[in-house]
């Protein structure tokens, strides 16, 4: 076998042995029959974060961290910058491509896809309602008629896609609305 293709084999069970993928004694076999019996020779020491699922797994928590943060920027700056198009195309774009990226994920069932809808979600909700309050600053009608809609929108997505977090949220935020604007008015 090549030395690169050994090399591969020997990251994975060095990642699974440290993962706890596999029992000990079966890395120890696997280990013991790809290295020849030598696994100690510092040539074919296996590095767990070279492996494939180690660089998966650090791919997938780089994304974790960077969807949500960004989208937690973007969120502030649409509330903070007064030019609305600098903040809302950028915003928009963002909003787009985490949806998509959630719908990719949940293919694969990754635990990135809550975090993706989330954040996406978030990102709309404060665009719609920048939008409404830079184009209709005086009309309570059309920021409550705007958050009704999101919320509307959450519940939807929620029965669709069998979403607890998202109907739950999406029926809590209509009742809220609806008492605070029956209470205001």
Same mark, same amino acid.
């Given at each position: 076998?090549?030395?690169q293709?050994? %090399?591969?084999?020997?990251?994975?069970?060095?990642?699974?042995?440290?993962?706890?993928?596999?029992?000990?004694?079966?890395? #120890?076999?696997?280990?013991?029959?790809?290295?020849?019996?030598?696994?100690?020779?510092?040539?074919?020491?296996?590095?767990?974060? %070279?492996?494939?699922k180690?660089?998966?797994? %650090?791919?997938?928590?780089?994304?974790?961290?960077?969807?949500?943060?960004?989208?937690?920027?973007l969120?502030?700056?649409?509330?903070?910058i007064?030019?609305?198009?600098?903040?809302?195309?950028?915003?928009?774009?963002?909003?787009?491509?985490?949806?998509?990226?959630?719908?990719?994920?949940?293919?694969?069932?990754?635990?990135l896809?809550?975090?993706?809808?989330?954040?996406?979600?978030?990102?709309?909700?404060?665009?719609?309602?920048?939008?409404?309050l830079?184009?209709?600053?005086?009309? #309570?009608?059309?920021?409550?008629?705007?958050?009704?809609?999101?919320?509307l929108?959450?519940?939807?997505?929620?029965?669709?896609?069998?979403?607890?977090?998202?109907?739950?949220?999406?029926?809590?935020?209509?009742?809220?609305?609806?008492?605070?604007?029956?209470?205001?008015?």
């Amino acid at each position: 076998m090549a030395n690169q293709r050994k %090399q591969i084999i020997i990251n994975e069970i060095t990642f699974w042995r440290k993962n706890k993928l596999l029992p000990e004694h079966y890395c #120890d076999f696997l280990m013991t029959l790809y290295t020849g019996g030598n696994h100690e020779s510092e040539e074919l020491i296996g590095k767990a974060k %070279q492996s494939v699922k180690g660089k998966e797994k %650090q791919k997938r928590q780089w994304m974790l961290v960077l969807f949500p943060l960004l989208a937690i920027i973007l969120f502030a700056l649409l509330f903070t910058i007064d030019t609305v198009w600098f903040t809302a195309i950028p915003a928009t774009i963002l909003a787009i491509g985490t949806l998509f990226a959630a719908f990719y994920y949940a293919k694969k069932n990754e635990l990135l896809t809550p975090v993706l809808y989330i954040s996406g979600a978030l990102i709309l909700l404060g665009l719609t309602v920048k939008l409404c309050l830079t184009y209709l600053p005086k009309n #309570d009608l059309a920021i409550y008629s705007v958050l009704i809609g999101n919320s509307l929108f959450w519940f939807l997505s929620g029965l669709k896609m069998k979403l607890i977090y998202f109907t739950i949220s999406g029926l809590l935020g209509m009742v809220a609305i609806i008492i605070y604007s029956a209470m205001n008015m």
